[in-house]
């Protein structure tokens, strides 16, 4: 038995490339402007070829957390910061602020920067940010609305033509997160505790629950119906991500603009920020090599590459110097959002919080709950997962 | 003499697997005392002020000098320890642990810092995780940080003499046994052919003690479990050859030999995918899984399930109120398959009617679909705004349903998919049953006057309820266990109320934070529910069957 086991070993080692191994789940441009950055470091150090292997973003967690302890898996892998805080804790992910110094820290926004640190320690370079933005079609608004009363105020024009002023996935607490944080709310408190319940975020869902009532958003609107509501010229504006630039049909008019202020606290209404990172494995056969080559994926160079080739909202400061990322209004209306966002929690119980508060938002906009009832609820239910038996 | 050592062959086998496991724990228990012992004493030794053991090594880091502009950015410096001191930057390339001592030092900060008080400060001790089998302990010095690391040590190798040794001692001791039964018996079973009855207790006395020598290892490493299996394997196999079993095992196997190479790799397989996830989800369904660690915690997660969690019982995470919407769930599905197969099948056996094997083929294509890719097409036709199911109430001047707003109207799109998929399942049974019911009985009983109702109670039910009955059972089971149409199509929406026990399970596992105990103690009941319903709805067919 030994002896198999050996020779499995063996076998693997074989398998075992030279190279550095870096997963990632990305296709399509943003694909191929990874492999193009990657190339360039290919092209500089012949003898530890990045080795890029797309794995299903599906599968991808649970590989890795069933590969990295077994002394298996990538030296590198690209993955939104969410679990940064679940890996930490259970040594999947190395930390690397060892190797960074305050100028390669100064060249990302802060903000992306901040989103990858957990309990003090520094554990990935932000690739991409993603946030939500405000979408507007250009023959139905003139200027893009800066407050909330402004954007209700689109309402009755297009109740005329059977369309609402804003569409956005307003039962998800992705796409209600600008209004939470907006009337001062949040789900997680400064110190990592979940602090649902405040009067803050039920004054949030009054206000959801309202844009619903004036028939200024559709309830309950999810990604295809957000998308033909605004193709068809039904919805004037639309809270979406840069993702949502691939739906919107040939021939629509329209521009990005930065979310508006609420009116009734004067505050930006503040999407969550998600960061697509570059994470060390905690068992990268050479770290010091595997974070030079994090380092060139994360320059300025190739933040333009994938800025020019994906269209990705890159975090590098210096990116938006080059005159073709400059020109491209998108880029520059998510980098402008980028002030006013909050860090998605690296925390584990933010996990648990999903569900819980879409179930609410639905009965609220349904307008068969009291708002400060359901954040009780909704908190009771999050807490009740964090505790159990222990 | 052969047969004994043949059983000592067997059962030494038996003891040599334990042998070995133990022998990994103890290796690997060892390796991290012995390790962990060393680089304590190496701190010990630096805070003293002594030199380090030859191969190990002590340094000094300094305090962090956090960045002006970036607070996870940290800036340290190294001395090595038993000398003036010496500072220079702790920074890549500058030593071969830096990376190492630098994020030690962080940690042992982060332990200090969440132990509360200064005074008291955690003292880091663990094996290096790049396997070289390296100890690392770090404590807090008076104004900076001691860090130690032992030389790299391999765990011990696998004793081959020490196991040859015993495993020669073991099969002298087993000969001798069967030497001495022989003399005493020499009528006994030195010449093969008809085996002999019974064995004689020295040569049973010998092969215990033969097999038990092989205990001897795992006593000196201090593993008690792997020694009183041994013992148990030991004494097991002697009286075995009391009874004689294992010569008839042995018979057996070499008499069946053909048939148990056939059924071997299913048996494996089986073994592998079936029983061995069984019991591994029966052990997890006692332990509770925080961010990675587990705690046993006995029955309190059935405890939490049974008694609802505290939750009311109108509340769609209580666990009764989910099994009410499984039952119901199971008895609507089911109902609503055995109508609907049993209507059509009827009208798919009439005589007068024209392409049967087409209309038969037509109804079965829902079951040849996945149904996960059915699923979603339903998913898609209750879409409130533009999804098909509206559009065509739309056309016919009614409201549109939101579909998944309402308890009811989320439970009627679960039921309504779950119908399309399960009807023809049902329907295939019963053309079946209904094709070899002899015509001459509907003759006759038209000749007698029967009305068609008639003939149906008397005639068609009878002869359908053999072939319905274990159909119903497997497809309430099906049903009971649906994940595919309810994650899909509801989701549990609104608010979990329309989950079923399977796929509130998959809540438990993967949307709760990873609360797998949870998610294995509900497998578990589950399965007893499921298994008492078996035993049950058997019975219940055979009971008609019988009445008959």
Redesign the interface.
């Known amino acids: 038995m030994k002896r198999a086991l050996l020779l499995l070993a063996l076998l693997a080692a074989c398998e075992r490339p030279q190279g550095i191994l870096l997963w990632h789940a990305y296709n399509g441009a943003e694909k191929d402007a990874l492999e193009e950055t990657a190339a360039t470091w290919n092209a500089a150090h012949p003898d530890h070829p990045l080795q890029l292997v797309a794995v299903p973003y599906g599968a991808f967690a649970d590989k890795l957390t069933s590969a990295i302890p077994g002394g298996n898996g990538p030296d590198l892998f690209i993955y939104p910061q969410d679990r940064i805080g679940d890996w930490a804790t259970a040594g999947v992910i190395e930390p690397i602020e060892f190797w960074v110094d305050d100028a390669r820290a100064d060249a990302f926004v802060p903000a992306a920067t901040s989103a990858m640190v957990h309990e003090g320690s520094l554990y990935g370079l932000p690739l991409a940010t993603k946030s939500l933005a405000l979408f507007y079609r250009t023959d139905l608004v003139a200027n893009p609305p800066t407050t909330t009363d402004e954007l209700l105020a689109l309402t009755p024009a297009m109740r005329q033509r059977a369309g609402y002023a804003v569409a956005y996935a307003n039962a998800d607490l992705y796409g209600h997160a600008p209004w939470l944080h907006g009337f001062g709310g949040h789900v997680l408190a400064a110190d990592g505790t979940v602090d649902i319940a405040t009067p803050e975020a039920a004054r949030a869902m009054e206000f959801a629950r309202s844009l619903v009532v004036a028939g200024a958003a559709p309830a309950q609107a999810e990604g295809p119906l957000v998308a033909t509501l605004f193709n068809e010229g039904k919805a004037a504006t639309v809270i979406s991500g840069p993702w949502f630039v691939a739906d919107i049909a040939d021939g629509v008019p329209w521009a990005v603009a930065t979310l508006p202020k609420v009116s009734a606290t004067g505050e930006w209404a503040s999407p969550f920020l998600g960061a697509e990172a570059v994470l060390m494995s905690a068992r990268a056969k050479d770290k010091d090599l595997a974070f030079e080559a994090m380092a060139a994926l994360t320059s300025d160079a190739s933040a333009i590459v994938r800025a020019k080739r994906a269209r990705q909202v890159v975090p590098n400061l210096a990116a938006y110097n080059d005159p073709a990322v400059k020109s491209d209004k998108v880029l520059a209306a998510f980098r402008a959002q980028l002030a006013h966002t909050v860090p998605m929690p690296t925390a584990p119980a933010m996990r648990m919080v999903w569900t819980p508060y879409k179930t609410a938002l639905v009965e609220i906009l349904a307008g068969r709950a009291q708002p400060a009832d359901t954040v009780q609820s909704v908190e009771r239910e999050v807490e009740s997962y964090l505790t159990g038996p222990r | 003499m052969r047969r004994h050592l043949r059983d000592f062959g067997l059962g030494a086998l038996a003891a040599f697997?334990i042998v070995?496991v133990a022998f990994v724990a103890f290796r690997n228990h060892d390796l991290v005392e012995r390790q962990t012992r060393a680089a304590n004493a190496v701190v010990s030794d630096a805070l003293g002020g002594r030199t380090a053991m030859p191969g190990s090594r002590a340094v000094f880091v300094s305090r962090a000098t956090p960045?002006t502009?970036?607070?996870?950015?940290?800036r340290r410096s190294m001395a090595p320890a038993g000398g003036p001191l010496v500072w220079r930057p702790l920074a890549?390339?500058s030593d071969p642990d830096?990376?190492l001592l630098?994020?030690t030092a962080?940690r042992l900060d982060?332990a200090a810092a969440s132990s509360g008080s200064r005074t008291t400060p955690a003292r880091i001790v663990e094996l290096v995780?790049?396997?070289s089998g390296r100890a690392i302990a770090a404590d807090h010095a008076a104004d900076h940080i001691v860090i130690a690391i032992t030389a790299p040590a391999s765990p011990a190798p696998?004793p081959w003499v020490v196991m040859l040794g015993v495993f020669g001692l073991g099969a002298a001791l087993t000969a001798a046994g069967a030497l001495v039964d022989r003399t005493a018996s020499p009528s006994g079973a030195a010449t093969s052919g008809a085996p002999p009855v019974g064995v004689a207790w020295p040569a049973r006395l010998g092969t215990f003690a033969g097999i038990g020598v092989l205990a001897i290892p795992t006593i000196l490493w201090g593993s008690v479990v792997a020694a009183t299996l041994i013992v148990i394997i030991a004494a097991g196999l002697a009286f075995a050859q009391h009874r004689n079993l294992t010569d008839r095992f042995i018979h057996g196997v070499r008499e069946h030999r053909t048939a148990l190479g056939f059924l071997g790799p299913a048996a494996i397989s089986m073994l592998v995918l079936v029983a061995a996830p069984f019991v591994i989800g029966l052990f997890i369904g006692f332990y509770?899984h925080?961010?990675?660690s587990w705690?046993f915690?006995g029955l309190?997660?059935f405890?939490?399930l049974l008694s609802g969690?505290g939750r009311a019982l109108d509340d769609p995470?209580n666990f009764w109120f989910i099994v009410g919407v499984t039952v119901l769930w199971t008895v609507v599905n089911v109902t609503f398959h055995v109508v609907l197969g049993v209507l059509l099948a009827l009208l798919l056996t009439r005589p007068w009617l024209r392409a049967k094997g087409m209309w038969r083929m037509l109804f079965i294509v829902p079951w040849a679909v996945p149904n996960y890719i059915t699923a979603l097409i339903w998913k898609g036709m209750f879409?409130?705004?533009?999804g098909a199911i509206n559009s065509l109430l739309d056309l016919a001047g009614l409201d549109g349903v939101?579909w998944f707003?309402s308890w009811i109207a989320s439970f009627s799109a679960n039921v309504i998919t779950n119908t399309w998929l399960g009807f023809p399942f049902m329907l295939v049974v019963a053309i079946g049953a209904l094709e070899s019911i002899p015509k001459e009985q509907y003759e006759a009983a038209a000749v007698d006057g029967a009305s068609a109702w008639q003939r149906f109670r008397h005639i068609t039910l009878p002869y359908l309820r053999p072939a319905l009955g274990p159909a119903i059972v497997l497809g309430s089971i099906w049903t009971f266990n649906m994940f595919n149409v309810i994650h899909l199509v509801s989701g549990g929406?609104?608010?979990?109320s329309t989950n079923t026990l399977v796929t509130d399970a998959y809540?438990w596992a993967f949307?709760?934070?990873e609360?797998y105990g949870?998610a294995a103690a509900e497998g578990t009941l589950i399965f007893l529910i499921l298994l008492l319903w078996n035993v049950f709805g058997k019975r219940l067919v055979r009971a008609k069957g019988a009445t008959e």
Do not use: C, Q
Not at chain 2, 383 to 386: A, F, L, R
């Open positions: 697997i070995t960045s502009k970036h607070s996870f950015l940290r890549p390339g830096a990376k630098y994020d962080t982060r995780p790049d396997g696998y509770d925080h961010h990675g705690t915690v309190s997660n405890g939490e969690g995470l879409e409130g705004e533009y939101t707003g929406a609104p608010g979990g809540r949307d709760r934070g609360r949870m």
